[in-house]
């Protein structure tokens, strides 16, 4: 059974950087065939895709946010990473990790973290 | 377009069957999967591609697709399916993005 878990602080400073971390267990993620995904959920809001990353450092980031997100992976560790920088208070959020898997015209997020909460404020 | 438009709430009879909804251009292109969100837990993934269900979901949730329109249906909805329910796909701009829908309510009454 695929784990994943977020860690890292918080509580961020506006203009500073939110970084977050995601723990992998119960596979490896140099194996392949999956993409490593962090979506974000806004007080009250649905689901926004941020980007993903493939084992091999390939990296794809929404249109909207790519300017000032970072995605990274460390297979050594079983980790990805996540680093969004000059916050506001409207990256305020709920952080998901999630993986995803595809074929062909197919894509599902099917093993979620359990989320992490960033409050951007001084 | 990478937009995709869900009814924001739905309701349905204990028992009865329900569909929701998910309508964008990306879903000529690609197949919709559908996620139900619980209130303060993480999305769980209920049907993706064709109408492919992963384990340990009931056979009461079915999806398809016609057109620019995706649709996950409950059938003999439960209780425990009151959720909020989000529709995703890759985008068809030719890039990878990926887009989740505007989520419906599931109100089972």
């Known amino acids: 059974q695929v784990q994943l878990q977020e860690s890292g602080p918080g509580l961020v400073k506006p203009s500073q950087t939110l970084s977050l971390t995601c723990t992998v267990s119960?596979?490896?993620?140099?194996?392949?065939?999956?993409?490593w995904s962090w979506i974000r959920q806004l007080p009250g809001k649905g689901l926004e895709w941020l980007g993903y990353?493939?084992?091999?450092?390939?990296?794809y980031y929404n249109p909207s946010l790519t300017s000032r997100v970072t995605i990274s992976v460390d297979t050594s560790k079983n980790q990805f990473s996540l680093k969004l920088n000059s916050v506001t208070a409207a990256d305020t959020a709920v952080y998901y990790c999630?993986?995803?898997?595809?074929?062909?015209?197919?894509?599902?997020?099917?093993?979620w973290g359990q989320g992490a909460l960033v409050t951007v404020s001084s | 377009s990478s937009e995709l438009t869900q009814d924001p709430a739905v309701s349905v009879a204990l028992g009865q069957t329900v569909r929701i909804t998910c309508q964008g251009d990306?879903?000529?292109?690609?197949?919709a999967s559908w996620y139900q969100q619980k209130p303060g837990q993480a999305p769980v993934l209920v049907i993706y591609?064709?109408?492919n269900r992963p384990s340990g979901i009931p056979d009461r949730f079915s999806g398809s697709s016609s057109g620019n329109t995706a649709s996950l249906t409950i059938s003999g909805a439960q209780a425990e399916d009151e959720a909020d329910y989000y529709c995703?796909?890759?985008?068809?701009?030719?890039?990878?993005?990926?887009?989740f829908g505007t989520g419906s309510k599931v109100t089972v009454l």
């Open positions: 990306s879903l000529r292109s690609y197949y």
């Open positions: 990353i493939y084992y091999s450092g390939n990296t």
């Open positions: 999630a993986r995803v898997g595809y074929i062909s015209s197919w894509y599902w997020f099917d093993y």
């Open positions: 995703s796909s890759r985008d068809n701009s030719g890039k990878h993005n990926h887009v």
């Open positions: 119960g596979g490896s993620i140099s194996s392949g065939g999956y993409y």
């Open positions: 591609g064709k109408n």
